[in-house]
């Protein structure tokens, strides 16, 4: 994560909905490595036990220009 934010000292996380469901949690965000950026839609997925996260998940996909979805990513 240090390397990262070396690499994009000005990423920005947009967190649009949390779900949860037991020990289980997933958060639906965009993600802009840049400003200016389109960014990425991304899905992290954890499990947590004792209060802690035990497993992670992630899925994401780069927002496209001309989605053909008018609400787009979010």
Known sequence: MEENHLQFPNKT???NN?????NRVAVHSRIQMQMGEK???VVHMFRF???KI???WDVG???PDDSPNTD???
């Open 13 to 15: 996380i947009t967190i």
């Open 18 to 22: 949390i779900f949860a469901d037991g």
């Open 39 to 41: 960014g990425i839609a």
């Open 49 to 51: 036990d004792g209060g």
């Open 54 to 56: 035990v497993e992670m």
């Open 61 to 63: 996909v780069p927002i």
């Open 72 to 74: 787009r990513a979010f």
